[in-house]
């Protein structure tokens, strides 16, 4: 029963039922903001994908689901700065209310080059939903988002959906890495 996950370099930030609840208002939220709208979820891959599923499963409208894979951390822990689309859309956005779903804001590079790319393809709205939010990195991207789970310290997290070199994604709650040299 993830045992192993539990180990000494893991302190939990935010335990599953705290995650369950917070994403059920974002659903909410969403669900009264998209009323009669063509809304479309636009998971970036693959850290949104825990998120995205629970999220769409508490947003009581219709809407579609579509993908983007970008790359800008390249395995490590700091960002380069530079986004590489390395998966695009099945479906154009023109006339649809968008809303991109990312795990994590850092420091907003990442975002800021997707929100640039998708606005110019015609979309009705684009709007940003994101798991996490940390304020404090020592760069940080002047990003509007609107929807938003929790703001946690500038540490390095892992958990539902967000790993450090590919692991821990299956954790049912959000913990810090004590030591990211032994994650
Ligand atoms: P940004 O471009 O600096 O905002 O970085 C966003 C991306 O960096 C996220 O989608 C994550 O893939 C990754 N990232 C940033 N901080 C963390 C973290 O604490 N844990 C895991 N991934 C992170
Ligand atoms: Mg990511």
């Keep these: 029963m993830l045992t192993e996950f539990t180990n000494s370099n893991l302190e939990v930030l935010y335990s599953a039922e705290e995650i369950n609840a917070r994403v059920a208002e974002l659903g909410a939220q969403i669900t009264r903001d998209y009323a009669g709208k063509d809304l479309v979820m636009v998971g970036v891959l693959k850290g949104s994908v825990i998120f995205l599923a629970d999220l769409i499963r508490a947003i009581d ?7 983007m894979a970008v790359s800008s951390y390249k395995d490590g822990t700091v960002s380069t700065g530079d986004v590489e689309i390395l998966k695009d859309l099945t479906n154009p956005i023109r006339g649809k209310d968008v809303i991109i779903c990312e795990d994590i804001i850092d420091t907003g590079l990442t975002l800021f080059r997707l929100t640039e790319i998708l ?3 015609g ?23 609107d ?21 821990y994604r299956n954790l049912p709650f959000i913990g810090v890495v004590v030591n990211p040299d032994i994650a």
């Design 119 to 121: 606005s110019s393809r």
């Design 123 to 145: 979309a009705n709205s684009l709007k940003i939903a994101t798991l996490l939010d940390k304020p404090e990195p020592r760069i940080k991207k002047e990003l509007q988002f």
């Design 61 to 67: 409208l219709p809407l579609t689901i579509d993908f």
């Design 147 to 167: 929807y938003c789970g929790f703001q946690i310290p500038n540490k390095f997290v892992v958990g539902y959906g967000l790993d450090a070199a590919g692991r």
